[in-house]
C-alpha cells in the first residue's frame, strides 16, 4: 500500500519511489495512477474509477496471490482516507495471509499546511464531510465537538456536485463556536497543476471556489494571519 503524497513527484518518498519501480502490478484510482504513470514505464497498470475501491482491492489480492509483487495506489497516506484499511478489512474478513507492506506518503492535510505556514502548531482535528460512508448525523456531531473544543479543523472532501449544502452547514455550526474573524486556509489542487492558496476568514468563505480537490483549515482561536502565512500559536512565552 503506497502513499505517493500530494502528486508532484518531489514529495513522494524514496520508499514509495522505489515501491512502484519493483511492482510488477500497479494499482489505483485513476487520477491517481496518472500522478505516476510516467515513472510506472513497462509495469501492468489497472486503474478504475471513484467507488470501486472493493474491486481494486480484491483484484489486488488475486494478483499477489499469483505471486506478483503489487503496489495500491493512494494519493497522500494510504492510512490517512486511502487504501491500507480497507486492504486490512478484507484480508482479515477473508483470513487471507500475504506479505504486506505499508508505506506512508505526505497526506494532504500536511501539504495544504505547509502552503499555507504553519496552521497546525497545535492539536487539530481531521473531518471528511463526504457522507457516503459515514452518515451525515455523526459527521456534523463531529464538527461540532471539535468546534466546542477550539480544535484547529481540517476538513477533506468539503464538497462536490452531488454534495453542495454540507459545507455551508459546517461553516454554520462553526461559527456558533468560532469568532468570525479566525483564520481559514483553502488549499486547491495542492502541489499539482491549477494550485492555489488563499488565506481568508471564517465570515469569507468564497463557497463556490471549493470542490472535492480542495483543503479546507480553520483556525483555533490562538491562530491569526502574519503577511501570506496563517499561524496556529504553540503556546510559548515570546
Given at each position: 500500500?503506497?502513499?505517493?503524497?500530494?502528486?508532484?513527484?518531489?514529495?513522494?518518498?524514496?520508499?514509495?519511489?522505489?515501491?512502484?519501480?519493483?511492482?510488477?502490478?500497479?494499482?489505483?484510482?485513476?487520477?491517481?495512477?496518472?500522478?505516476?504513470?510516467?515513472?510506472?514505464?513497462?509495469?501492468?497498470?489497472?486503474?478504475?474509477?471513484?467507488?470501486?475501491?472493493?474491486?481494486?482491492?480484491?483484484?489486488?489480492?488475486?494478483?499477489?496471490?499469483?505471486?506478483?509483487?503489487?503496489?495500491?495506489?493512494?494519493?497522500?497516506?494510504?492510512?490517512?482516507?486511502?487504501?491500507?484499511?480497507?486492504?486490512?478489512?478484507?484480508?482479515?474478513?477473508?483470513?487471507?495471509?500475504?506479505?504486506?507492506?505499508?508505506?506512508?506518503?505526505?497526506?494532504?492535510?500536511?501539504?495544504?499546511?505547509?502552503?499555507?505556514?504553519?496552521?497546525?502548531?497545535?492539536?487539530?482535528?481531521?473531518?471528511?464531510?463526504?457522507?457516503?460512508?459515514?452518515?451525515?448525523?455523526?459527521?456534523?456531531?463531529?464538527?461540532?465537538?471539535?468546534?466546542?473544543?477550539?480544535?484547529?479543523?481540517?476538513?477533506?472532501?468539503?464538497?462536490?456536485?452531488?454534495?453542495?449544502?454540507?459545507?455551508?452547514?459546517?461553516?454554520?455550526?462553526?461559527?456558533?463556536?468560532?469568532?468570525?474573524?479566525?483564520?481559514?486556509?483553502?488549499?486547491?489542487?495542492?502541489?499539482?497543476?491549477?494550485?492555489?492558496?488563499l488565506i481568508t476568514t471564517l465570515d469569507?468563505?468564497?463557497?463556490?471556489?471549493?470542490?472535492?480537490?480542495?483543503?479546507?483549515?480553520?483556525?483555533?482561536?490562538?491562530?491569526?494571519?502574519?503577511?501570506?502565512?496563517?499561524?496556529?500559536?504553540?503556546?510559548?512565552?515570546?
Amino acid at each position: 500500500m503506497v502513499g505517493i503524497g500530494p502528486g508532484a513527484k518531489e514529495d513522494m518518498s524514496l520508499r514509495a519511489l522505489d515501491a512502484v519501480k519493483k511492482s510488477d502490478t500497479i494499482i489505483g484510482y485513476s487520477l491517481y495512477i496518472d500522478l505516476i504513470r510516467d515513472i510506472a514505464g513497462g509495469k501492468e497498470i489497472i486503474s478504475s474509477a471513484m467507488r470501486k475501491e472493493v474491486e481494486r482491492v480484491e483484484l489486488a489480492i488475486q494478483e499477489a496471490q499469483n505471486g506478483k509483487t503489487v503496489s495500491i495506489i493512494s494519493s497522500g497516506d494510504s492510512g490517512v482516507y486511502g487504501m491500507s484499511g480497507l486492504v486490512l478489512e478484507i484480508l482479515y474478513k477473508e483470513n487471507i495471509s500475504l506479505s504486506l507492506e505499508i508505506i506512508p506518503g505526505i497526506p494532504a492535510a500536511n501539504t495544504a499546511a505547509a502552503l499555507l505556514g504553519a496552521p497546525l502548531m497545535h492539536d487539530y482535528a481531521v473531518i471528511s464531510l463526504s457522507d457516503l460512508l459515514t452518515p451525515w448525523e455523526m459527521i456534523e456531531k463531529r464538527v461540532r465537538n471539535a468546534a466546542e473544543a477550539d480544535f484547529v479543523i481540517v476538513i477533506y472532501n468539503p464538497k462536490s456536485s452531488q454534495r453542495d449544502w454540507q459545507l455551508k452547514k459546517t461553516i454554520e455550526i462553526i461559527l456558533e463556536y468560532k469568532s468570525t474573524a479566525t483564520p481559514v486556509g483553502i488549499v486547491k489542487k495542492a502541489k499539482r497543476e491549477g494550485e492555489s492558496i488563499l488565506i481568508t476568514t471564517l465570515d469569507n468563505i468564497e463557497q463556490d471556489l471549493i470542490d472535492m480537490m480542495t483543503i479546507i483549515i480553520i483556525g483555533n482561536s490562538s491562530s491569526f494571519i502574519f503577511q501570506n502565512y496563517m499561524v496556529t500559536k504553540r503556546g510559548y512565552d515570546i
